[in-house]
């Protein structure tokens, strides 16, 4: 069974830094690479990050790029988003997930597996 944990969320002031992490384990025979996305309150689930697994080519949503890094350590399975100059609009609840269909990296029907979820508050 393939499982996705996330950690790392929490209550942060605005402007402040966060670092979240995900680790894979189980039967994956195809990963292309992982993404991240979040869902507020009331909101659909939107794309974040994401990262080739094999070249490390990153992809950003234009509402985080210049604050959110995607960055993967491939030894440990695990990928990171690191998060600064953090907005009260980032707060929602972010998942990890992972892409074997290697269509495309903005949209959650392109990946297979997902996290729990972590909660990112930021507070004003």
């Known amino acids: 069974q393939v499982q996705l944990v996330e950690s790392g969320g929490g209550l942060v002031q605005a402007g402040g830094s966060l670092r979240l992490s995900c680790t894979t384990s189980?039967?994956?025979?195809?990963?292309?690479?992982m993404g991240w996305f979040r869902q507020a309150p009331g909101k659909g689930r939107e794309f974040v990050a994401a990262?080739?697994?094999?070249?490390?080519?990153?992809y950003y949503a234009d509402s985080v790029k210049g604050r959110f890094t995607i960055s993967r350590d491939v030894a440990n399975n695990t990928v990171y988003l690191q998060m600064i100059s953090l907005k009260p609009e980032d707060t929602a609840v972010y998942y990890c997930?992972?892409?074997?269909?290697?269509?495309?990296?903005?949209?959650?029907?392109?990946?297979?597996?997902w996290g729990q979820g972590t909660q990112v508050t930021v507070a004003s």
């Open positions: 189980g039967r994956i025979f195809r990963s292309y690479g």
């Open positions: 990262i080739d697994w094999s070249d490390g080519v990153t």
């Open positions: 997930a992972l892409n074997a269909r290697r269509t495309g990296w903005d949209k959650g029907v392109w990946y297979d597996y």
